[in-house]
């Protein structure tokens, strides 16, 4: 199993960042996937999460109405668009397969 996060880096507040979430080694198709993150002197959180098919999603209340989550079973990605950055949302960004596997994680940093 291996989970690959890109499309992090830093960028201004209020602005957008869209991280991808390449999946390999099983059947991405058939979970649950989730976006976590950790910022610095914190424990890792759940951002948010998509069923297999992308019907239903769940956002952690700091993120909604600003990030939107989805997935590409095609292409076996998993896509975090973030809108509206605020510096609280400076973490390092995971990938999660119930799989029990993470990724390197992707660094997103705001500020001006």
């Known amino acids: 199993v291996q989970l690959v996060e890109s499309g992090g880096g830093l960028v201004q507040p209020g602005g957008s960042l869209r991280l991808s979430c390449a999946a390999s080694?099983?059947?991405?198709?058939?979970?649950?996937m989730s976006w976590y993150r950790q910022a610095p002197g914190k424990e890792r959180e759940l951002v948010a999460r998509?069923?297999?098919?992308?019907?239903?999603?769940y956002y952690a209340d700091s993120v909604k109405g600003r990030f939107t989550i989805s997935r590409d079973n095609a292409k076996n990605k998993m896509y975090l668009q973030m809108n509206s950055l605020e510096p609280e949302d400076t973490a390092i960004y995971y990938c999660?397969?119930?799989?029990?596997?993470w990724g390197q994680g992707t660094q997103v940093t705001v500020s001006s």
């Open positions: 999660f397969a119930p799989t029990g596997n």
């Open positions: 080694g099983f059947t991405f198709s058939s979970y649950v």
């Open positions: 998509i069923d297999n098919v992308g019907g239903d999603t």
